[in-house]
C-alpha cells in the first residue's frame, strides 16, 4: 500500500465486486456509461510483478468484465488499456465504445470528435442497473 497511491487510497470508481486479490469498479464517467475498472488490490505496478497465477486470475477478471459489458451494453468495440503512467498502480481499463461517442474511432483520452447525443448516453445510463447484476453474478461465479 502507498498513501499516495490513489488506487490504495480510495477504491477508483463504484465497488461492484471484490476478492482478496482485487477488485472491479464502475467509473464514474457521464460520457462512457459502463466503463469499468478491474484494479489489483496490491500496489504492483507492472504484469510481470504477478506470479503467473496472479496474472492468470486477473485476466479472466478483466475478460469476464469484457464479456459483461459486451451483453449487457452491445458495444460497436471494447478497449482494453493498462497504462498506469499517471497512476503506477496495476489495473485494466474496460471500456465499451459506439461509433457515436464523443472520441470514436480515438482513444477516450484524445481530442474529442463529436459531442455524444444525449438519447444514446442516456439509453446506455439505463443499462447500469443490469451490468451490475450481471457483474456481482459472474465475478462469484469467478470465485468458485
Same mark, same amino acid.
Given at each position: 500500500?502507498s498513501?499516495?497511491?490513489?488506487? !490504495? ?6 465497488l461492484?465486486?471484490?476478492?482478496? &486479490? ?11 456509461p459502463?466503463? !469499468?475498472?478491474v ?18 486470475h ?20 471494447i ?8 497512476t503506477? =498502480?496495476?489495473?485494466w =481499463?474496460?471500456?465499451? &465504445?459506439?461509433?457515436?461517442?464523443? =472520441? ?7 481530442a ?5 447525443? &444525449? ?11 443490469a ?8 465475478f462469484?461465479?469467478l470465485?468458485?
Amino acid at each position: 500500500m502507498s498513501a499516495n497511491c490513489e488506487l !490504495c487510497a480510495a477504491p477508483g470508481g463504484e465497488l461492484l465486486c471484490q476478492d482478496a &486479490r482485487l477488485r472491479v469498479v464502475l467509473v464514474e464517467d457521464q460520457a462512457y456509461p459502463g466503463f !469499468c475498472r478491474v484494479i489489483w488490490n496490491a500496489h504492483v505496478r507492472e504484469m510481470t510483478d504477478l506470479s503467473p497465477d496472479e496474472r492468470a486470475h486477473l485476466m479472466r477478471a478483466v475478460f469476464m468484465v469484457e464479456a459483461a459489458i459486451r451483453q449487457v451494453m452491445s458495444p460497436d468495440k471494447i478497449n482494453l488499456a493498462s497504462f498506469g503512467t499517471m497512476t503506477p =498502480h496495476l489495473h485494466w =481499463h474496460v471500456i465499451p &465504445r459506439y461509433s457515436d461517442d464523443a =472520441h470514436y474511432p480515438a482513444a477516450i483520452w484524445a481530442a474529442a470528435q463529436r459531442e455524444p447525443e &444525449r438519447q444514446s448516453l442516456a439509453q446506455r445510463q439505463a443499462l447500469l442497473p443490469a451490468l451490475r447484476s450481471m457483474l456481482v453474478r459472474q465475478f462469484s461465479m469467478l470465485q468458485e
